[in-house]
C-alpha cells in the first residue's frame, strides 16, 4: 500500500482522504492543508516525510522560473526541508492540465477566447500559458508589479512582461521596507487590481487568491485555475462568476491539485519528479483518460462582445449634445456649420454600452455603439483615408475594450472601398452588414406584401402570386435578391444594361431553383406596370432608374441601393405605393442601449448583422466590399432566425411605417385601382359605341338592293 501526502497552504477544512488504485498500485491519498502557514507546512513536513512514498507540495508559484529566474523562496525552501522520500510542486503538470485546458475551451466553445480582455495575477508564473493565450488575443494584462511589488501599475505586453520579470528581483531587493506613503499606495494599487478585474472578461489566478473578492470583480467572469472543490464553486455561484476552467482533473470523488497527481505518479513509477518526462505524462493521461474541466456555477452562460460604429446624420444630432445644445440655442445657423467641421476631426467615442441581447441558443452578447463624429455630408466631402483613420481608431478602442468583432454602419460602410481597406488593417474582424441589409429589405417588402392584403393568400407552401422586378439585377446587391426572390415570387423581372451577365445570371439561376420563372429585360419601363413588387439595387448614385409614376398602385418597392435610387420628392409623388427602404430587425432578450431613433430593443439591419455574428461566435470579416454574395444574405438570415431575430419595422425614406401608414397606402391603392378600372371601362365602353356607330352607319350606305339581300337573312 503506497502512502502519498499533499500539504498545501490551502485552509485545512478542505482537507481530504481517500483510498484507490492508481497505475496498478493500491493507494492511500490524503491532503492536509496549512491554513497559509509556512511555519505550519514545514511542520507537516517533517512530520509525514517518514510516513510517506512520496509527498506533493501545494505552494501557488509566484517566482520567476518559466523566464529563468530563481524559484519561489518559500516554496523552495519547503521542499528542500523533505530529503528522504521525493516531493514534487507539480509545476509542469500543472502547466500541461491548464495550457490543455485553455485550448479545449478554445476549440470546444469556438473561438471563445479571440480577442478576450485577460488579466493575469502572475505572468512570471503563468508566463507558457500566457504565450498560448496570445495565440487568441493580445488584450493581455499582468498585475505581477501590482502583486508583487505594491507598485499599482498593469503590465500590457509579453514583451513588458519580459522586460519586468528581468529586472523585478532588483526593484524588490532595493525598495525600502517602510515607506511614508506606504498605506496610501497599497490602497491605491488595490483600487487598479480591482479596476482591471472588473474591466476583464477572464482572470487568471490561484483559486486561493480569489477569496478576497466579491461580486463586483467576478461577476460575470471567466476564471481560469487550478483545484476548484463544490465549496469554492458555491462561493464562485455566489459571486456571479459565469465559468470556471479548472486545470485539475476529477478523481475519486475529489478534485486533485497538481502537486497531489504528481505525487501519486511519482510513488507508483518509482521516479524521481525530474526523471518523469512528456511521454510519461501523455501515457499516463490518456490511460487514465484524466481530463481538465469546464464548470459553470450558475448554469451554463456564454457573452460573446461586439463594437459598431455610428456617426451623427445631419446637425440635428449636436442640438441634442451637452454643452452644443445650449450654444446651438442663442447662436447663429453658421456656429453648427463650424460645429458640423470640427467634429468630423474629433476622436471616436463610446455612445453607449448594449447589454441584455440573449439567444434561444443560450448565448448572450454585448457591445458597444462607438461614434465617429463626421455627418455624411463631411465624411463624402473628404478623402477615404480621411474616415478610415477614424474607423481604424474605433477599431482600436474596440479591441481594448475586448470587442470580438466591429460592424460599420451608415456612411462609413460606403466610403472608399466599402471596408475592404478597414478589414485589412483593422486588428479585429470587421463588418459592414450590407447582406443583413439586403435580407432585412427583402423579408421586410415580403412583409408588407402580405399586409397589404392585394394579392391572394398562398395555398400551403407554394409561391405568393406576385411578379416582382429587379432593377440593377447584375450587380451584388441585386443579384442576391434575384436570387432569394425567385424562391418565393411566381415571376421574377431581371432588369440590367448589362446583357450578357444578365443572360448568365439567369442561367445560374435556373440551375438553383429549375421551376423559377425568369424574365430579362434591359429596360425597367418595358413591364414596370405589371408589378406587385420592385427591388431597385442600382449603382445609379442619383440618376433616376424608373418612373415611379407608371408603376402599379399597390406597388411595394424596395429600394436596397446606397444612395438612394428613390429620393424623398419622388417618392412623396405616389402616396398609393409603398417605399421601403430597410427593414428594422427587434433583437431578443431585455436589450438596453442609449436611443438611435428606433423603438426599444430594435436596431438597423446592419447592426443586427453584427450582433448575429457576435451570437454565433463567427469572428471573421463577413461582409465586406461592393460584392455581396448572396449566399451569405442567405445565410445571415438563417442564423437570424436560430437567434431569435425578429422584423420588427418597414422603415421609408421618412422613418418606420406604423399599420396606419400601410392601411392607408392600401386604401388609396385600392381608391386608384377603382378609378383606374372605371377609366379603363369607360375606354371600353367607346370602343363598344364606336364600333357600333360604324356599324350602323355601314348598314345605312348599303344599296337598296344589299339592305333588301341582308333582311332576308334569318336572324
Not at 481517500?18 to 498500485?25: D, K, P, Q, V
Not at 477614424?390 to 456612411?411: E, N, P, S, T, Y
Not at 356599324?695 to 345605312?700: K, L, Q
Request: aromatic content about 6%; glycine content about 8%.
Amino acid at each position: 500500500m503506497k502512502n502519498v501526502i499533499g500539504v498545501s497552504l490551502g485552509a485545512r477544512s478542505q482537507d481530504f482522504e481517500f483510498a484507490t488504485r492508481f497505475l496498478g498500485h493500491r493507494m492511500t491519498v490524503r491532503r492536509i492543508g496549512a491554513d497559509r502557514s509556512t511555519e505550519r507546512a514545514a511542520r507537516l513536513l517533517r512530520h509525514w516525510e517518514t510516513r510517506a512514498d512520496a509527498i506533493g507540495l501545494g505552494v501557488a508559484n509566484n517566482g520567476r522560473a518559466a523566464l529563468g529566474g530563481a524559484d519561489d523562496e518559500a516554496g523552495a525552501r519547503l521542499a528542500h526541508l523533505v530529503t528522504r522520500v521525493p516531493v514534487s510542486t507539480g509545476a509542469r503538470l500543472g502547466e500541461i492540465f491548464l495550457e490543455w485546458a485553455l485550448r479545449r475551451a478554445q476549440i470546444r466553445l469556438g473561438n471563445y477566447f479571440n480577442n478576450t480582455k485577460v488579466l493575469f495575477f502572475s505572468g512570471a508564473a503563468d508566463y507558457k500559458l500566457a504565450m498560448s493565450m496570445s495565440e487568441y488575443t493580445d488584450n493581455l494584462q499582468f498585475a505581477d508589479p501590482v502583486r508583487r511589488l505594491g507598485i499599482p501599475k498593469l503590465l500590457t505586453s509579453l514583451d513588458a512582461l519580459a522586460a519586468y520579470t528581468r529586472g523585478a528581483h532588483y526593484v524588490a531587493d532595493w525598495k525600502p521596507r517602510k515607506l511614508p506613503a506606504a498605506p496610501v499606495l497599497k490602497l491605491w494599487s488595490n483600487h487598479v487590481l480591482r479596476k482591471a478585474m472588473a474591466s476583464a472578461t477572464v482572470v487568471v489566478a490561484p483559486v486561493h487568491e480569489l477569496d478576497d473578492f466579491g461580486l463586483e470583480e467576478l461577476a460575470g467572469k471567466t476564471i481560469i485555475t487550478s483545484t476548484v472543490n463544490d465549496e469554492r464553486i458555491a462561493q464562485f455561484r455566489d459571486k456571479g462568476v459565469h465559468m470556471v476552467i479548472d486545470g485539475a482533473p476529477f478523481m475519486a470523488g475529489h478534485v486533485l491539485g497538481p502537486h497531489l497527481l504528481d505525487a501519486m505518479i511519482v510513488a507508483a513509477t518509482g521516479k524521481a519528479p525530474d526523471e518523469l518526462l512528456e511521454d510519461d505524462y501523455l501515457d499516463i493521461i490518456t490511460e487514465l483518460q484524466l481530463e481538465p474541466r469546464i464548470v459553470y456555477p450558475n448554469g451554463f452562460k456564454r457573452v460573446n462582445r461586439f463594437a459598431f460604429v455610428i456617426h451623427p446624420l445631419s446637425q440635428e444630432y449636436f442640438k441634442i449634445v451637452k454643452p452644443i445644445e445650449i450654444l446651438s440655442r442663442v447662436s447663429p445657423p453658421v456656429f453648427l456649420n463650424s460645429i458640423e467641421k470640427v467634429m468630423a476631426y474629433a476622436p471616436p467615442f463610446v455612445y453607449s454600452r448594449v447589454t441584455g441581447v440573449q439567444s434561444p441558443t443560450g448565448v448572450e452578447a454585448e457591445g458597444w455603439l462607438i461614434s465617429v463624429g463626421g455627418t455624411p455630408r463631411e465624411i463624402m466631402s473628404r478623402s477615404p483615408e480621411f474616415t478610415y483613420r477614424r474607423l481604424l481608431d474605433a477599431a482600436k478602442m474596440a479591441r481594448k475594450l475586448g470587442a470580438q468583432i466591429m460592424g460599420l454602419g451608415a456612411f462609413t460602410k460606403v466610403v472608399g472601398d466599402a471596408g475592404v481597406t478597414v478589414a485589412k488593417r483593422a486588428p479585429l474582424p470587421i463588418t459592414t452588414g450590407n447582406s443583413y441589409s439586403a435580407s432585412g429589405a427583402l423579408w421586410a417588402a415580403h412583409d408588407a406584401v402580405l399586409r397589404m392584403r392585394l394579392l391572394p393568400p398562398p395555398k400551403g407552401k407554394e409561391r405568393v402570386k406576385f411578379k416582382a422586378m429587379v432593377v440593377g439585377a447584375t450587380g451584388s446587391i441585386g443579384s442576391a435578391c434575384a436570387r432569394l426572390l425567385v424562391k418565393a415570387a411566381e415571376e421574377v423581372y431581371l432588369v440590367s444594361p448589362e446583357t450578357a451577365k444578365l443572360l448568365a445570371l439567369k442561367e445560374s439561376i435556373l440551375k438553383e431553383t429549375p421551376d423559377a420563372k425568369v424574365y430579362l429585360s434591359a429596360r425597367a419601363d418595358k413591364d414596370l406596370a405589371d408589378m406587385d413588387m420592385i427591388v431597385t439595387a442600382t449603382s445609379g448614385a442619383g440618376k433616376k432608374v424608373l418612373d415611379i409614376m407608371k408603376v402599379k398602385p399597390g406597388c411595394v418597392i424596395t429600394d436596397v441601393a446606397r444612395p438612394l435610387d428613390l429620393p424623398p420628392d419622388e417618392v412623396a409623388k405616389r402616396p398609393d405605393v409603398l417605399v421601403i427602404e430597410s427593414g428594422e430587425i427587434q433583437l431578443p432578450g431585455d436589450v438596453k442601449m442609449k436611443n438611435i431613433g428606433l423603438p426599444k430593443g430594435v436596431v438597423y439591419a446592419c447592426l443586427a448583422e453584427t450582433i448575429v455574428l457576435a451570437l454565433e461566435g463567427r469572428f471573421e470579416n463577413f461582409t465586406v466590399g461592393r460584392a455581396i454574395e448572396w449566399e451569405k444574405v442567405r445565410e445571415i438570415y438563417q442564423l437570424g432566425l436560430k437567434h431569435g431575430m425578429k422584423l420588427a419595422a418597414i422603415s421609408g425614406v421618412n422613418g418606420p411605417f406604423s399599420d396606419e401608414d400601410i392601411e392607408r397606402v392600401r386604401a388609396r391603392a385600392l381608391e386608384a385601382r377603382a378609378k383606374q378600372e372605371a377609366a379603363r371601362e369607360a375606354v371600353q365602353a367607346k370602343k363598344v359605341a364606336r364600333v357600333g356607330r360604324k356599324s350602323a352607319s355601314a348598314v345605312r350606305r348599303q344599296p337598296p338592293s344589299r339592305k333588301r339581300a341582308t333582311a332576308a337573312v334569318p336572324a
